[in-house]
């Protein structure tokens, strides 16, 4: 018959190999809980680098798209011209011309206006209509069924260009000619240069794949988005670089571990010594790192042994660390670095909480804006004005904008607010308001600039769903009707009227 003590051994569980396991345990969830936080938080980096490259590529999309149409608008305006069609009608070949000459004097940015007749031959003197050999050239060679074509010419060192050709009719529909504009390839680039960020490229690819115009370089390896141009039959290619785990994050991560590691040995001795009354306080760590690697905020740790306190307060310190660290992450992704305004994902996630107000009955209006002029800051004073005005006009938004409304910046000098509670008559207050808060912000920064706003502004529909691009567009076309007006207006985009 065995002795008791030797039973009572036999059942016996071994409480340092239960405490070797338990630690070891907490080892394993503090290195799960590290590697969690930094997996996440580089997912969460790259999904939002992501997003920020998209957001960036349908920006300069819109930016490219919206200097074409002008373009492609002064054409086909010309084209309807009644006096031009008079003229293709009755008029000589030097009073042709002579019309040619007064509309290219009036447009910027044309390097050259001619008129043909409907076989491609050119009214008056090609030299004096700046009309080179390879552009006319493609004018006798084009049909009217293809005068849509975009044309290209390189031929001339500093004068490359691309054509749109216009069919003149009369009232019956009868082709009379066509109207010829170049327009130089530094317009498209100059819209490349003011969307693309340091760092970052941009390019213009015509259907063939040749380059049209680029700007900027990455370097190493690149994100990359392309997009077409549909109505160009060009494509847009965006690339941005991918980040890698910097020097900088490598420490903080290393100092990370080496603080955890201190903070295990103590929690070892300190189990050892106390055995059972540690193991509650344990299981409370364990909780916490269990609620870093949800992504949710770790509750305080507390102790009642003075020996654990440095233990506790360093392990709060570390997963309020983290925790703050995604915080940021958070934020930055909804921030606009420059002017500090929420940025263009910042206003998708506001636009359906306004919209849901809208549609309970409250007037509320979406005002996209832009400095007049802005690329004139630019290009007399450098890009470090530049960001001075945009700066300023943020913090002129700031100081006109309520709390419960929203003022954020889409790219370049394009800003978008979010108002409630306002009418027509208070639309044109606000924007006085802001544009003399903004002269103001200007000279406190020591700019002496006259630049003007120019606004668009559309009402929320309160009857039907609409989306953040369809609102954009509607303030989008009222921003050009203001732009059409001159400098420094208001324009409301037709729809719902308030007050």
Known sequence: MPWPAAVAESRSISLQRRFVGLLVAVVVLFAAGMASSVYFSLRANDAAEDNLLDVEARQTQASIMRRWNYYREVADNLARDQELIDLMLLGA??????????????????????????????YGDAAAQRVGPSCLRDLREQAVASASRVLIHRDRPGMEHFDLIAVVRDASDTPLGKVFISIKLERLQSVLDDSTRPGHSTQLVDASGLQVAASGQVQGEARERRLPLADIGWTLIVRAPVSRLGSSDAMQILVGVLTLSGILALLVLAVLRMRVPVMQEIDAVRDALASLTHEQRPPPIETRYAELVPVVADINRIAGQL????????????????TGLPNRRAL?????????????????ALVLLDVD???????????????????????????????????????????????????????????????????????AAGLALTNSLSAGQAWLADDAGETLGETLARADQALYQAKAQGRGHLVSAPGMKRG
């Open 93 to 122: 070949i030097d009073e042709n011309q002579q019309w040619a000459d007064a509309r290219r004097r009036l447009l910027p940015g044309i390097l050259g206006l001619a008129l043909t007749d409907a076989a491609g031959e050119l």
């Open 323 to 338: 925790h703050h660290q995604r915080e940021q992450l958070e934020r930055l992704s909804l921030t606009d670095t420059l």
């Open 348 to 364: 998708e996630i506001r636009f359906p909480q306004m919209l849901g107000l809208a549609r309970r009955g409250h007037p509320i």
């Open 373 to 443: 002029d802005f690329k004139s800051i630019n290009d007399r004073l450098g890009h470090a004005a530049g960001d001075q005005a945009l700066i300023a006009l943020a913090a002129a938004l700031k100081a006109v904008v309520r709390s419960a409304d929203t003022a954020a910046r889409l790219a370049g000098d394009e800003f978008v607010v979010l108002l409630s509670g306002v009418n027509s008559a208070g639309m044109a207050t606000w924007h006085a308001r802001l544009s003399d808060r903004f002269r103001t912000e200007l000279s």
